[in-house]
């Protein structure tokens, strides 16, 4: 048999999870960038901003894998 096709809610967040941590998955790769202009705070900014997208984004995968 084949398995059940996920319901359009659980195909929707697992699309958008995999987006938030494409967004923070670039953001983290480009942080070095600031820290190597002298400009720190917005380093450390982006690098608080690229975890917590990470969180969500992991959050909302995981939530559409048991959809």
Do not use: H, I, K
């Amino acid at each position: 048999m084949s398995a059940p096709e996920p319901s359009p809610l659980a195909r929707r967040e697992r699309l958008v999870g995999l987006f938030v941590l494409g967004v923070a998955f670039v953001l983290l790769v480009s942080s070095p960038t600031w820290f190597a202009s002298d400009r720190v705070g917005v380093g450390v900014a982006q690098l608080v901003v690229a975890v917590l997208l990470g969180g969500v984004g992991g959050f909302l995968l995981r939530r559409a894998g048991r959809g």
